[in-house]
Each structure stands twice: as structure tokens, then as C-alpha cells.
């Protein structure tokens, strides 16, 4: 046998022995928000392990791919503790379940347990309107039960803590119909249910709360500015209700993914149509929306990986406020652009030279 085939055999082997003493998970759930130094559970008696040997077996707290280490070890008591802000919203975003990914090492022998750490959505955010006010500009000759979109409110929290309802502050001509979209979320559209007069009043202001449904409930308001002008009788039509689309993951930043379109059957003003994105949260979205043309770009990168499909909501508002409301979906497939990676533990042992 040649030295490098040798050397090869002596390097699998010490793979083999790092690698194979690793024991079963343990997993916790626990509140987003926990404040610093909490305990989370006691890990040395879950996993049975001796308390007066942790120290040490030089007891430790690691992550599977070196990102934040969110939890830390007490070595006298056992405990896991919160050692960084765990914030769900900045982890997972929207996604139904975020779980933190840790791991206990302990070395003379090594030992490796894997820790799930369920993060549980606590009501941290207060509903939010994209704008400081909705302003809408209604002609005189609107006939009762007509409509007219508002901007939906958006929370970062999930389930119950996000938008469920809305509530409209008293008035003489208005009434709020609150609807639901296919995802579940909440929107209003502002209901006349008394004619306007110009002549007797031009202008109204009205306030809209958007309300959670979280304990302590949290609220988040918007005036409605309503200018009343003399005659627009057409909302913009899509041509889709629903926009579906695919992307690679690896499309370079400015790629035109679809251009939405709305017709509008009036004349002069009143048929000039605005897109817009009707979500206080498109900061977070990696594409950009043309307000004339409807056209729809690649704005930052995206990772198959992170997240695989995107859901948006976009309005088309003519130039009297009238709107209607279209779903963009978009697809992003996968490319081979992960190499695969091989997770090392090792630890240092000294072999004497003249060793059997």
C-alpha cells in the first residue's frame, strides 16, 4: 500500500469515529421575545447527562451552519438559555412554523444532540396602513352601494395576531364592507350609502382602524380623506384575477417576470390607471411594480431555498380613486447552485511517537 492510500484510510476512519457518536434530538417551544439570560428548559436533565460533568466535558452550545447563536448553556444548573433576541417575524417572516436549529457538543467522548427550538408567535406588532391617509375623490353622481378599495392594513405577526377586522369611524354617507382574500387576509371597501352633495359639502374626513385579534388587542388607524367632485362611474378591470408566473432562482436582477393590465372604460382622467402593490410590506418583496405600465421586474436577488413561492396583491386605482384588485403568484424554480457541505466535529487528542 502506498502512503497517500494509507493516509486516505487513516482520514475516513477518524471521520467514521467523529461522526458516529451523535444522540437523539431534544426539542422546546418557546414565546418569540424571551428576554435575556431566560431559561428555555433544563437540557442536562432531559438528555440525562451528569451536571457535575459538563464543565468538564467542556459542554457547549453550537449551530449546524455557524449563524447566530441565539442559545447559550448554564454549566452549573443545566439550563438552555436565551443568550440573543429571538424575534420571529426577522427569522421566518410569514411562514407558519419557524424552528431554530441548535446543537449541544460535548467532548471526552463526543457526544452531539441536536435542538429544535420552536419559536411561537407572541403579539409584538401593531397593524399598519401603507399610508398616512387614504385620499379618494368621489363625484357627486355616485349612486348608493357604491364602492370604492381601500388599502389593506398589514401586520407582521401571524394567525391571530395579524388583521381581523375593520372599524369606521361614524359618518353620514359611508358604511364599511370587510372582505377576505384567498389567503385569509383582511380588506374594506368603503360602501356609499348616502348619496353625496357637492354644494352641501365638499369635503369629509373620516378614520379607519384596522384591528388584531391578539390579547392585549393592538389597532392601527388611517384617515380617509374624501374629496367630492362632479362625475366616474367605471372601477379598472384586470384582465386575470389571478397573475401566475416562474422564475429561476438564478434570473438576473432587472428580468421582466409579467406585465399585469387593467382596462378602464371612462374617458380623460378618470381612465388613466396606477398600479401599485396594495401591501405595507413590498419593502420585503424582490420585485419592483411599475405604476404606469404594470410591469413587473426582478429588483433583488432570490433563493429557491429561503422561500419558493410569492404571493402579492396588486390594485389598479384610475385617476378618481376607483380600484379594483388582481393576485400575482410567482413560482421560483430550483438551479443546481448548492454544493454539497460535510459537517466536521473534531476535537485534538496528542499521540505519543513511541505509541504500540
Known amino acids: ?60 452550545i453550537d449551530t449546524e451552519d455557524n449563524s447566530v447563536k441565539y442559545c447559550g448553556l448554564n454549566l452549573n444548573t443545566g439550563e438552555l438559555i436565551v443568550q440573543e433576541r429571538i424575534d420571529r417575524e426577522a427569522l421566518c417572516e410569514k ?12 467532548e471526552n467522548p463526543l457526544e452531539l444532540h441536536r435542538i429544535s427550538i420552536h419559536v411561537q408567535d407572541i403579539n409584538d406588532n401593531s397593524p399598519q396602513f401603507k399610508e398616512e391617509s387614504i385620499k379618494l375623490e368621489i363625484s357627486e353622481s355616485a349612486v348608493k352601494g357604491a364602492r370604492f378599495l381601500l388599502d389593506e392594513a398589514h401586520d407582521a405577526d401571524i394567525g391571530q395576531n395579524t388583521v381581523q377586522g375593520y372599524t369606521l369611524q361614524q359618518n353620514d354617507h359611508f358604511k364599511l364592507n370587510v372582505k377576505t382574500k384567498t389567503s385569509n387576509r383582511k380588506y374594506c371597501e368603503l360602501l356609499l350609502d348616502k348619496e353625496l352633495d357637492r354644494e352641501d359639502q ?20 388611517v384617515v380617509i380623506h374624501v374629496t367630492v367632485l362632479d362625475a366616474n362611474d367605471n372601477a379598472p378591470v384586470f384582465s386575470q384575477a389571478i397573475y401566475k408566473a416562474s422564475l429561476p432562482e438564478n434570473s438576473p436582477l432587472d428580468t421582466v417576470v409579467m406585465q399585469v393590465s387593467a382596462t378602464d372604460a371612462d374617458e380623460g382622467v378618470n381612465k388613466e390607471i396606477t398600479y401599485g402593490f396594495d401591501h405595507v410590506s413590498e419593502e ?24 419558493a413561492t410569492y404571493e402579492m396583491q396588486i390594485s389598479a386605482k384610475d385617476g378618481l380613486g376607483l380600484g379594483s384588485s388582481a393576485t400575482l ?24 511517537e513511541d505509541v504500540s
Open 202 to 221: 365638499k369635503e369629509m374626513m373620516m378614520l379607519l382602524t384596522a384591528l388584531d385579534g391578539g390579547s392585549p388587542q393592538r389597532s392601527g388607524t
Open 284 to 307: 420585503r418583496q424582490p420585485f419592483s411594480l411599475n405604476h404606469k405600465t404594470g410591469e413587473v421586474r426582478l429588483a433583488s436577488s432570490i433563493d429557491y431555498e429561503r422561500k
Open 95 to 106: 411562514r407558519a412554523s419557524c424552528v431554530l436549529k441548535q446543537e449541544l457538543v460535548l
Open 1 to 60: 500500500m502506498d502512503f497517500h492510500g494509507f493516509a486516505l484510510r487513516r482520514v475516513l476512519a477518524f471521520i467514521f469515529l467523529v461522526l458516529s457518536p451523535v444522540n437523539g434530538d431534544v426539542s422546546y417551544s418557546v414565546p418569540e421575545e424571551m428576554k435575556r439570560g431566560s431559561a428555555i428548559g433544563n437540557i442536562a436533565k432531559d438528555l440525562g447527562l451528569d451536571l457535575g460533568r459538563l464543565s468538564a466535558r467542556k459542554a457547549r
Open 329 to 352: 403568484i410567482i413560482e421560483i424554480t430550483d438551479v443546481n447552485d448548492n454544493a454539497p457541505v460535510i459537517q466536521l466535529k473534531s476535537l485534538t487528542n496528542p499521540v505519543p
